[in-house]
Nanobody, 127 residues
Framework: QVQLQESGGGLVQAGGSLRLSCAASGRTFSSYAMGWFRQAPGKEREFVGGISSGGITTYYTDSVKGRFTISRDNAKNTVYLQMNSLKPEDTAVYYC????????????????????WGQGTQVTVSS
C-alpha cells in the first residue's frame, strides 16, 4: 500500500513558476515509477510527465517539454514537478501517481496502469 500526498499548488501569474511535491508513504517507493497527471474542468485526466523508479529515465507530454522537470529523491520518498514558464492552459488539478514498475519510461503512462493516486493539488495560472 502506498499513500501519496501532493503539495505546492497555488495561484501564479503567467510566466511564473511553481514546484509541486509528492510525499509517499511506505518502504517500497524506489520500486515505483512515478508520474504527474492533470485534469482541467470538463476534460479528461491527462499525463504530464513520468520518471522511472531509479530516476534514470523521464518522459513528458509535448505541451510541457522544456518547461516542466520531474525529479525524485528516493531517500526522502518524494517526487517533484518543477513547472516554469507557466501558461493559463496549465491550469488544472495536478495528481501524483505511482505504478509498481522498474521499467524505463519511454512513453506516456496510462491512467489505467496507475496503482495509486494522490488527492490532487490545484494549480491556477492567471493571464
Amino acid at each position: 500500500q502506498v499513500q501519496l500526498q501532493e503539495s505546492g499548488g497555488g495561484l501564479v501569474q503567467a510566466g511564473g513558476s511553481l514546484r509541486l511535491s509528492c510525499a509517499a508513504s511506505g518502504r517500497t517507493f524506489s520500486s515505483y515509477a512515478m508520474g504527474w497527471f492533470r485534469q482541467a474542468p470538463g476534460k479528461e485526466r491527462e499525463f504530464v510527465g513520468g520518471i522511472s523508479s531509479g530516476g534514470i529515465t523521464t518522459y513528458y507530454t509535448d505541451s510541457v517539454k522544456g518547461r516542466f522537470t520531474i525529479s525524485r529523491d528516493n531517500a526522502k520518498n518524494t517526487v517533484y514537478l518543477q513547472m516554469n514558464s507557466l501558461k493559463p492552459e496549465d491550469t488544472a488539478v495536478y495528481y501524483c501517481a505511482a505504478r509498481n514498475s522498474r521499467l524505463p519510461i519511454y512513453q506516456p503512462m496510462r491512467v489505467s496502469a496507475i496503482d495509486y493516486w494522490g488527492q490532487g493539488t490545484q494549480v491556477t495560472v492567471s493571464s
